[in-house]
C-alpha cells in the first residue's frame, strides 16, 4: 500500500501566501504527512511548472520528512503537484523504483499510484515483446503509465491534450491490467489527471478549496485518503468513483467520465486495519467502523463469557489501530477498558516493513508494557487482524512475562487464509499463519488461551457495506488474478524470503 496525493490551483497574480512559487509542492508535502502510515519505505513529489515549462522533482528512500526540507520543497515550483509515500509491494528499494515517475512523450506525463498489477509480469513482457518498449524500473507504476502513453499517443487528434482521448486511453489500460491501484498524474502544460481501478479496490477522493483572493475559484486536491484533504483546509467533494477519470485543467475546470463500471470491490483491509481512523471512504467512516468492529467482536466473546469459556478482567488493544475497537468491546461487554501496552510512537508499523527480520526486531522495540495493568489479570487482547501471527505471538509472550493469566485474543477481522494481489504485503498465502490452520491451532501457535474472531457477514455489517474485497478471507479474488501466484512468487523471490 502507498499513499498519494495531487493538487492543483490556478496561476495567481498576487503575492500572498498561498502564491508562493512552490505552494502546490509544500501542499503535497503537508498532506503527505498525514498518510505516512501508509508507507514508510520512500517519499517523492513531483511539480509541473508551465512558466519554465519543465517538471521538477525531489524523491528518495526515508520518511517523508527525512526526504524533504524547507530547500528541496522551495525547488519544487510550479501550481500543480503529485506526492507519493511507499510501501513496496513490488519493485525494490532500489531508488530507481521510487515514485512519482515522467515520461517525456507524447506529452510529459508524471505519475504515481497506489496499489498493484496482478498482471505486472506478462504485460511488462508484452511492452518488450509487442511494443518494442524496454522497462526502466520493476515499479508496476511504469506500466501503467507506458500504457497510459501509448494509449493516448495512438488516438492522439490535436496537439493539445484531449480529454476524450485520454477518457479512451485509461479506458484501454482498464482493459489491459489487472489490479487494484488509484493514479494521480500530471500532463505538461494541461492539468492533474486522476483515475481509480474499476473495482475500486483502492480509494481515491477529490477535495476543493475557495481561493481567498479569488472567490468562486478553487484549488483541488486528489486524495489516497480523506485525512489529507481534511488536513489541507480543502472540503471533501465525493470519492473518485471507481473507473473513473477526473481532469483538472489549469483554468480550474473539472471534467470527469466513468469510463468502466464494475459492480465495486473495495478493500476491507482500508477500515480494518490501514486507513486512518480520521478517513472516510464511499461514506463510511474508518472510525465508526472500528466501533461497529468492536460491537461485533463483543457480541461474538459475551458469547463465550455467558457459556463460561473466557472471564476476561480488562479489554486491553494492541495499540494503535485496535484501540477504538478495543474502547467499544469494553462498553458492549461492561468490562473495564486498560491500557497495558504503551507504543513507541517513532518505530515504524511492524507489518509494513518488508522482511520477517525486520518486522521481528522491530515488534521486541516498539512496546512498552504496564506492569500494574497486567500482572494478575485474564486479559481480552484486542487486535485488528492476525497476519503472520509473529506480532501476536511476541505480544502474547510479553504480556505473560509480565504476569498475565490467561489471554483471549480478539481479532476484528476474520482469519485471512489467501494472499492479496492488491497492494498489501502479504501475497503469497504460505506466509499467513491462518492458511491451511484450524482457529485452535492458531490458538495454540501464539500460545493464547483463546481466539476469537469476528465472521465476514459481521464484517460487511460493521463497515456498512455488502460488496467488498473480502479475498484475503474468502480466496474470491474481484478481478481474474489469473497472474495471483506468479506474481506472490516472484514478490518473495525480491524479498528473498523462504515463507
Ligand atoms: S485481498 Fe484483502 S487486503 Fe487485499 S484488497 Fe482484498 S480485502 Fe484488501
Known amino acids: 500500500m502507498c499513499g498519494v496525493i495531487g493538487v492543483i490551483g490556478p496561476h495567481l497574480e498576487n503575492n500572498s501566501e498561498e502564491n508562493t512559487p512552490f505552494w502546490a509542492a509544500y501542499e503535497a508535502y503537508r498532506g503527505l504527512l ?17 512558466s519554465y515549462r519543465r517538471f521538477f522533482k ?6 517523508i520528512a527525512n526526504v524533504f526540507n524547507q530547500k528541496n520543497i522551495e525547488s519544487l515550483l510550479g501550481n500543480m503537484a503529485i506526492g507519493h509515500t511507499r510501501y513496496a509491494t513490488t519493485g525494490s528499494d532500489d531508488k530507481g523504483d521510487l515514485q512519482p515517475m515522467v515520461t517525456g512523450s507524447p506529452f510529459g506525463i508524471g505519475m504515481a499510484h497506489n496499489g498493484n498489477l496482478v498482471n505486472c509480469h506478462s504485460l511488462s513482457e508484452s511492452l518488450k515483446e509487442e511494443h518494442h518498449y524496454q ?10 503509465l507506458r500504457y497510459f502513453a501509448h494509449f493516448y499517443h495512438i488516438g492522439k487528434k490535436e496537439k493539445a491534450f484531449n480529454f476524450e482521448v485520454a477518457c479512451n486511453a485509461v479506458k484501454k489500460v482498464y482493459e489491459v491490467v489487472d489490479g487494484g491501484y488509484g493514479v494521480v498524474g500530471l500532463i505538461a502544460d494541461a492539468g492533474l489527471i486522476a483515475f481509480r481501478d474499476p473495482k475500486g479496490i483502492r480509494p481515491l477522493s477529490l477535495g476543493r478549496k475557495e481561493i481567498e483572493s479569488k472567490p468562486g475559484q478553487y484549488k483541488y486536491c486528489v486524495s489516497s485518503e480523506t485525512v489529507a484533504i481534511n488536513f489541507l483546509g480543502y472540503e471533501i467533494v465525493r470519492d473518485i468513483e471507481p473507473g473513473e477519470f477526473i481532469f483538472i485543467d489549469l483554468e480550474g475546470r473539472v471534467h470527469s467520465k466513468v469510463v468502466k463500471e464494475e ?5 476491507m483491509f482500508e477500515w480494518v486495519y490501514f486507513s486512518g481512523a480520521e478517513s472516510t471512504m464511499h461514506g463510511k467512516s474508518v472510525y465508526t467502523a472500528r466501533l461497529n468492529l468492536g460491537k461485533q467482536l463483543a457480541k461474538k466473546a459475551k458469547k463465550l463469557i455467558d457459556d463460561g469459556v473466557i472471564k476476561p478482567d480488562v479489554v486491553m488493544p494492541v495499540p494503535d489501530t485496535s484501540r477504538t475497537a478495543a474502547i467499544s468491546v469494553a462498553q458492549h461487554l461492561g468490562v473495564d477498558y486498560r491500557e497495558g501496552l504503551i507504543k513507541n510512537r517513532y518505530i515504524h508499523r511492524s507489518f509494513i516493513l518488508n522482511t520477517q527480520e525486520k518486522r521481528e526486531k ?4 516498539k512496546l512498552s508494557p ?4 497486567i500482572e494478575g489479570k485474564n486479559i481480552l487482547l484486542v487486535d485488528d487482524s492476525v497476519v503472520r501471527g509473529t506480532t501476536s505471538k511476541k505480544i502474547i509472550s510479553l504480556l505473560k512475562r509480565y504476569g498475565a493469566k490467561d489471554i483471549f485474543l480478539g481479532v476484528t477481522c476474520p482469519p485471512l487464509r489467501y494472499g492479496c494481489y492488491y497492494g498489501v504485503d502479504f501475497p503469497s498465502k504460505q506466509e499467513l499463519i491462518a492458511n491451511g490452520k484450524k482457529v485452535d491451532e492458531i490458538s495454540k501457535y501464539i500460545n493464547a488461551e483463546n481466539i476469537i474472531y469476528i465472521d465476514e457477514q459481521d464484517l460487511k455489517e460493521a463497515i456498512g457495506i455488502s460488496d467488498l474485497c473480502m479475498a484475503c478471507v474468502n480466496g474470491k479474488y474481484p478481478t481474474n488474478a489469473l497472474e495471483g501466484e506468479k506474481f506472490a512468487k516472484s514478490r518473495r523471490s525480491l524479498r528473498n524470503e523462504n515463507l
Open 34 to 50: 498525514t498518510l505516512q502510515h501508509r508507507g514508510q519505505d520512500a517519499a517523492g513529489i513531483l511539480t509541473y511548472d508551465k
Open 58 to 63: 525531489e524523491k528518495n528512500l526515508g520518511l
Open 135 to 144: 522497462l526502466l524500473t520493476s515499479n508496476d507504476l511504469e506500466i501503467i
Open 263 to 267: 459492480k465495486i470491490a473495495p478493500c
Open 362 to 365: 522491530a515488534i521486541e522495540l
Open 370 to 373: 504496564i506492569r500494574s495493568e
